[in-house]
């Protein structure tokens, strides 16, 4: 009985992973940067490769501190987290394209507003691999925290919805530390956490949202806008003619503009009235 007592109570199991995933990601972080030899003291940018291997670091602390949880707490397999992969290239492809298609709208609304101005591309191939690399390293372990773990156990606990807001809530403050962050954008990234986490709670999938996040995240970066207040190599280099503000997004990046929102409740809508059709076609 008291072992299906705590099967219900996800959100203690939340509760109870927040120290140690922050921490054991940290040490992973650590020991990655210090084989490479980055000295975390200094106040210099790192490189991008650097970056890429303190942040695939981090992601193999994130699976192994879940391991233990989903092994010890939970007592689930590790896959049920998200990871199934029958029947879910659509799925991935849809995400993919859906970012590409709100970037690019994103971009070529600015440049007729002359919010922004072209200036060149900026090609380079080690730059862009790395970049993917990053950036699907992030997707999956944003993804597999925040959806995989934090949502799957807070559905157990309340109300769908109640606990998409609460894992938004939760995906937005993480990133609360971020340079040039401030309420309007810590809102945009609240949306962005239901974005990313309504498909799970219809799908209790990954995929979807792992696609999703990388994409909105690597176009966001190739069409030059900044990523969370990160700086990164871009493919295209533009000017923002105007004074950094909330319809360009500033030096957050697109996700820190109203077109962001804009796109982002249009697509949320989408995607609620997909699953909820679906459902009905169902019964």
């Known amino acids: 009985m008291e072992n299906q007592e705590f099967k219900y109570r996800g959100w203690l199991r939340v509760f109870l992973l927040f120290i140690p995933i922050f921490f054991i990601t940290g040490i992973f972080q650590l020991i990655g940067g210090f084989f490479l030899g980055v000295?975390?003291?200094?106040?210099?940018?790192?490189?991008?490769?650097?970056?890429?291997?303190?942040?695939?670091?981090g992601l193999v602390g994130t699976f192994f501190a879940l391991w233990v949880f989903m092994k010890f707490v939970d007592k689930e397999p590790f896959v049920k987290l998200g990871f199934q992969?029958?029947?879910?290239?659509?799925?991935?492809?849809?995400?993919?394209?859906?970012?590409?298609?709100?970037?690019?709208?994103?971009?070529?609304?600015?440049?007729?507003?002359?919010e922004i101005t072209f200036l060149k591309t900026n090609f380079n191939l080690t730059e862009l691999i790395i970049l993917v690399l990053i950036f699907i390293?992030?997707?999956?372990?944003?993804?597999?925290?925040?959806?995989?773990?934090?949502?799957?156990?807070?559905?157990f606990s309340f109300n769908k919805y109640v606990a998409l807001?609460?894992?938004?809530?939760?995906?937005?403050?993480i990133h609360g530390f971020n340079d040039h962050v401030d309420l309007f954008a810590l809102f945009n990234l609240f949306l962005a956490g239901i974005l990313l986490g309504l498909p799970y709670i219809?799908?209790?999938?990954?995929?979807?949202?792992?696609?999703?996040?990388?994409s909105w995240n690597l176009f966001q970066a190739l069409f030059g806008f900044n990523v969370?207040?990160?700086?990164?190599?871009?493919?295209?280099?533009?000017?923002?003619?105007?004074?950094?503000n909330l319809l360009n997004g500033g030096a957050f990046?697109?996700?820190?503009?109203?077109?962001?929102?804009?796109?982002?409740v249009i697509t949320?809508?989408?995607?609620?009235?997909?699953?909820?059709?679906?459902?009905?076609?169902?019964?």
Request: hydrophobic share 50%; glycine share 6%; charged share 15%.
């Open 228 to 244: 969370s207040g990160h700086e990164n190599y871009s493919l295209i280099v533009f000017e923002v003619t105007n004074q950094p």
């Open 165 to 173: 807001i609460v894992s938004s809530i939760l995906f937005s403050l």
């Open 137 to 155: 390293v992030v997707a999956v372990g944003e993804e597999v925290i925040l959806r995989g773990y934090i949502l799957k156990n807070l559905l």
């Open 39 to 57: 000295d975390f003291t200094s106040l210099e940018k790192r490189s991008s490769l650097e970056d890429l291997i303190i942040n695939f670091s």
């Open 268 to 283: 949320i809508t989408v995607i609620w009235f997909h699953f909820n059709r679906k459902k009905v076609i169902n019964e």
């Open 202 to 214: 219809y799908t209790k999938n990954l995929w979807f949202s792992i696609a999703l996040h990388l």
């Open 85 to 114: 992969t029958k029947n879910r290239l659509k799925e991935f492809v849809i995400g993919i394209v859906i970012g590409l298609i709100i970037m690019s709208l994103g971009y070529v609304t600015l440049i007729g507003l002359k």
């Open 253 to 264: 990046g697109f996700e820190g503009s109203y077109l962001a929102i804009i796109a982002q």
